[in-house]
């Protein structure tokens, strides 16, 4: 459908999310959107432990290649042509490269964010919850399936969370970088493209552990009482991050209805944008 075209899917995906998975989404998404251009932000483990300057130099290149696309203004041209993106977010992991991929685009545009209001929708997958020790135990447990190996990384885990918890009581800095995500997601310019027009779907399931679905359940309508524009969709058996595996039609269908909504507030706004003022339509009368 000529009509419903994405510009960009931007994907964030999670916590040590292995290629081969994240290639189920991105070919679906080739199969619905075929001329839309995809980026694919993956999320490397070591990030609980990362300065912010080295998770921004990672983010770099996703900044570069959203200007190519002409989603960003370049050094070199502003944006000329208004963009349709997609956001698909998964667990903490996405959802805090997401809230520094904002960061860095406040950062260096300033001002200039304030004008951004592009057609756009976003999906959330597994998220957003509270992220704790807890839920990180859970995360890297997940992840490390060796049972020799699990408790030597836990525990590195652990020391690695302790001094950093510490040092933030110490000096009063930003030094765990999992904190504030739930609070950022609730921005509804957390990226700056995005806004109350900014359709949001929250996927999430009650046999989710890493992920309570309380939870998340909670932050969406926190945000509906913002004056977003909120869906929610509760899966019964799937795990964390597996909605889609566990119910495919059901999950894809959820994705294009609110892409839907997205094109139609687009087709909404450019009907008023083409209706003449009272007191022209008035002179015809």
Request: aromatic share 10%.
């Amino acid at each position: 459908m000529a009509g419903c075209l994405i510009s960009v899917i931007l994907i964030f995906g999670w916590m040590g999310a292995q290629r081969r998975y994240l290639r189920n989404y991105t070919h679906a998404y080739t199969e619905l959107y075929p001329n839309a251009s995809q980026i694919v932000v993956r999320c490397n483990p070591d990030i609980i432990w990362s300065k912010i300057s080295t998770i921004q130099q990672r983010l770099t290149p996703v900044i570069d290649a959203l200007e190519a696309l002409h989603c960003l203004p370049s050094s070199k041209s502003s944006v000329q042509r208004r963009p349709r993106i997609l956001t698909h977010v998964f667990s903490g992991g996405g959802s805090l490269q997401m809230t520094h991929l904002g960061h860095m685009l406040q950062q260096k545009y300033g001002s200039v964010c304030a004008q951004w209001s592009f057609t756009s929708a976003l999906i959330l997958d597994s998220c957003p919850s509270i992220v704790n020790f807890n839920t990180i135990k859970l995360t890297f447990s997940a992840l490390v399936q060796n049972p020799i190996i699990r408790p030597v990384v836990l525990t590195f885990i652990s020391t690695v969370y302790f001094i950093r918890f510490c040092l933030s009581l110490l000096f009063g800095k930003r030094m765990m970088l999992v904190s504030d995500i739930y609070a950022d997601m609730q921005n509804p310019r957390v990226l700056p493209w995005m806004g109350l027009h900014t359709p949001r779907l929250y996927l999430f399931s009650r046999k989710d552990r890493s992920s309570p679905w309380q939870e998340v359940m909670h932050h969406a309508e926190t945000a509906k009482e913002l004056g977003m524009d909120v869906r929610c969709e509760l899966f019964e058996e799937s795990d964390h991050v597996a909605h889609m595996r566990a119910e495919p039609e059901r999950y894809w269908t959820l994705v294009q209805e609110v892409w839907v909504v997205a094109i139609s507030k687009e087709k909404g706004e450019q009907r008023i944008s083409q209706t003449p003022p009272a007191q022209w339509r008035r002179s015809f009368l």
